[in-house]
């Protein structure tokens, strides 16, 4: 497998990038219409951590993270590099040293779409990590790939420096022309919410709050007492 590693890909601004750390992933996937959002089985090896970053993205032959060690020389400042492989992949591919050599260089976290280990060690020295599998197996460096190249993963497309956002809920790309108006819409939408939390706290309902009693007559709810719904039941 031959590959290229990309050396200057363009990147979304640090100041968009920071402004969109300010909200949570599900936020900011609701705010770009319910796009961009990777699989549930994107988990986190920690809790109550949430980053964001410009990608550095990285294609690798499964077992095998010779592309990693290049990748990262090509990461920076605010980045998080993020991984996937040609087939599936569980092999423990990222582990301690690497996030001591990426956190020397700035960069915020890695998302893999394959496995990690030394999870404890990432942990105590708050390396943040996401990946669809943790795996003790370790893997070979003999194989080409590519680095700061479209990647998918979970059927989202990831260009290097798009922006990627990363919580406790999982994981969402934005992509690198719409990171500020995705952190406007997404205060816009946090802002809202807050008008609805303040209600709640209140009493109000959502029924009534979102329209919803409507809704459910049209769709043909009924609404029936105890005993009329047992009697119609016996």
């Known amino acids: 497998m031959s590959g290229v590693i990309v050396t200057d890909p363009p990147k979304a601004e640090l100041?968009?990038?920071?402004?969109?750390?300010?909200?949570?992933?599900?936020?900011?996937?609701?705010?770009?219409?319910?796009?961009?959002?990777l699989g549930p089985d994107i988990r986190p090896i920690q809790q109550g951590v949430r980053v964001a970053g410009t990608a550095v993205t990285v294609l690798s032959w499964p077992g095998?993270?010779?592309?990693?060690h290049a990748a990262v020389e090509q990461c920076g400042e605010g980045d998080i590099?993020?991984?996937t492989t040609t087939s599936p992949s569980t092999d423990g591919m990222f582990g301690e040293l690497?996030?001591?050599?990426?956190?020397?260089?700035?960069?915020?976290?890695?998302?893999?779409?394959?496995?990690?280990?030394d999870t404890q060690e990432l942990r105590d020295m708050g390396f943040a990590a996401w990946s669809?599998?943790?795996?003790?197996?370790?893997?070979?460096?003999a194989t080409g790939g590519?680095?700061?190249?479209?990647?998918?993963?979970?059927?989202?497309?990831?260009?290097p420096g798009d922006v990627v956002l990363a919580d406790d809920d999982g994981v969402v790309v934005v992509p690198r022309e719409r990171a500020r108006a995705t952190a406007e819409a997404s205060e816009a939408r946090e802002a809202k919410e807050a008008l609805s939390r303040a209600a709640f706290l209140e009493g109000e309902l959502g029924?009534?709050?979102y329209g919803l009693r409507e809704?459910?007559?049209?769709?043909?709810?009924?609404?029936?007492?105890?005993?009329?719904?047992?009697?119609?039941?016996?």
């Open 15 to 37: 100041k968009d990038v920071d402004a969109l750390a300010g909200f949570g992933v599900a936020t900011v996937g609701e705010a770009m219409g319910r796009t961009g959002l």
């Open 64 to 68: 095998d993270n010779l592309m990693i």
């Open 81 to 83: 590099l993020v991984v």
């Open 98 to 117: 690497f996030a001591t050599a990426l956190q020397r260089r700035g960069v915020r976290g890695v998302i893999t779409n394959a496995g990690i280990r």
């Open 132 to 141: 669809r599998a943790v795996s003790s197996q370790g893997t070979v460096k």
């Open 146 to 159: 590519s680095v700061n190249v479209p990647i998918a993963i979970d059927g989202q497309v990831i260009r």
């Open 207 to 209: 029924l009534d709050r």
């Open 215 to 234: 809704t459910l007559k049209r769709l043909g709810v009924e609404y029936k007492t105890y005993d009329a719904y047992a009697g119609e039941s016996s």
